[in-house]
């Protein structure tokens, strides 16, 4: 009875089964003056009032099996639809498989478990993290960078065939690397990639804000390309290497556009040039811990 | 041969400590090795202060001994001894001094292309000079006395100029 109490959907023509608990809520439930039953068959009906009259609080006059015929529930019995039944009945998943078996003495197939017991319970329930947990590889590693270095800051770089160069940065690329130009007629230092940790920031910095950076100037753009087919085996393999770096014109063009626009900003600040064109060095008295940069 | 001595009233230069770098003056002697010292003007409350931490300056002020801070702070203002120490070629120094550490790497560019030109110009006149009194021979005077009054300008407009750039 509590089951079919529920009802699933309405079977038309049948009064729209009331609230299940019309027995238990209060005789001043009912919802008088709905005259739309005409109308919305479908629809709530007029709901009857408690069929169980109240001797004291909590107590109602007749049981519950009297109640049972009152209320004509032995009329009212709603069973699930069955279409959702066929349904699910249908969606149960293959729990095993027969897979065939080679040899010719062990019978030619077998009944495998699609989902198989696990091989392991661990003792505590936290399970076992692997060695590499937390290693990521480099691509997604976190890049960082100093809060000394801004677009437009004048770097000083320190390796490289560079060393000494004042720079201008003009932004970090997907690898960490900082992207820097010299401008080239300056100090003769291309658009170029410089390590972090190699480099001064200076607290000098130019107005950046307006220049644009071609889009195409990726770590992919900047990455030395090395031949990797040596045809020759132990013959000449150290020639067919690329021994000369040519300048491309791509790179050339790439250059003009990008210093054409740092240029004018460096003319507007007095002695900026210059300081760019010349070279850092320490001399005597000269102790860095105790430089400002 | 000693010309600043310890007395009520003389204005002392904090050298060390953590009041370093300010002005006090001393308002009575303690022992051999302390004096009590007030810096109303300066940001020092009252208190005992050993005299290997204190240089003494040129400045005296006059008030009694052990007199409060009202009286030190009333006679440090009439002396005006504030804009006094500031105009004192120490305190220039010491300024001077700051604003070196405090340059930046474009500043010190900026100074060395500035040392550059003024030793230029000096020596170009120098040289004007020699070449004269040489072919001329016997007017030792004029060289001398040029270069002083060309390099007395000069070298007030560099400082300034490279005070101004920083």
Redo the contacts between chains.
């Keep these: 009875a509590a089951g079919e109490k529920k009802p699933g959907e309405k079977a038309p023509g049948e009064k729209k089964p009331g609230k299940k608990k019309t027995a238990e809520k209060k005789p001043a439930e009912q919802k008088a003056g709905q005259k739309e039953v005409g109308e919305k068959k479908k629809k709530i009906k007029k709901h009857h009032a408690s069929r169980n009259p109240v001797l004291a609080r909590g107590i109602g006059r007749y049981s519950r099996s009297a109640m049972y015929a009152r209320k004509a529930l032995y009329k009212r019995k709603y069973t699930a639809p069955e279409t959702k039944i066929e349904k699910k009945k249908k969606e149960k998943p293959r729990a095993t498989i027969t897979k065939p078996v080679g040899g010719d003495k062990n019978g030619g197939s077998r009944v495998v478990k699609i989902r198989k017991m696990p091989r392991y319970y661990p003792t505590e329930d936290v399970p076992r993290k692997l060695l590499s947990h937390g290693k990521k590889p480099f691509c997604q590693h976190k890049r960082r960078l100093r809060a000394s270095i801004t677009p437009g800051t004048v770097l000083i770089l320190l390796t490289g065939r560079h060393r000494g160069k004042r720079v201008i940065f003009l932004k970090q690329l997907a690898t960490g690397l900082l992207l820097v130009t010299g401008p080239l007629v300056i100090n003769r230092v291309p658009l170029r990639r410089a390590h972090q940790k190699f480099v001064i920031a200076t607290s000098t910095k130019v107005d950046i804000s307006g220049v644009k950076i071609p889009k195409h100037l990726t770590d992919a753009y900047f990455k030395k390309k090395r031949l990797r087919k040596p045809r020759h085996q132990e013959g000449e393999i150290f020639d067919t290497e690329k021994e000369k770096y040519e300048i491309t014109e791509q790179r050339k063009s790439d250059q003009k556009a990008v210093d054409s626009q740092i240029l004018a900003r460096i003319k507007k600040v007095p002695q900026l040039r210059g300081y760019l064109r010349s070279t850092f060095c320490l001399s005597n008295g000269v102790y860095p811990h105790k430089l400002v940069f | 041969v000693f010309k600043r001595f310890v007395e009520i009233g003389r204005v002392a230069f904090i050298s060390f400590g953590p009041h370093a770098g300010k002005l006090v003056a001393i308002v009575d002697v303690i022992d051999q090795n302390r004096a009590l010292v007030d810096g109303p003007c300066s940001g020092v409350r009252r208190q005992a202060m050993p005299f290997k931490c204190m240089q003494l300056t040129d400045f005296v002020l006059k008030f009694p001994h052990s007199a409060r801070q009202k009286c030190v702070r009333l006679a440090w203002e009439k002396e005006n001894i504030n804009e006094k120490w500031a105009a004192t070629r120490w305190a220039k120094k010491i300024e001077a001094r700051e604003k070196k ?6 500043d010190r ?2 100074v060395m ?1 500035a040392k550059k030109m003024r030793n230029r110009i000096i020596k170009h006149e120098m040289k004007k000079l020699q070449k004269m009194s040489s072919k001329k021979g016997k007017k030792p005077d004029k060289s001398e006395k040029a270069p002083k009054s060309e390099k007395g300008p000069k070298s007030e407009k560099v400082p300034k100029a490279q005070k101004a750039q920083k």
Aim: avoid cysteine.
């Design positions: 550490a405090k340059m930046t790497d474009f560019y900026k292309k």
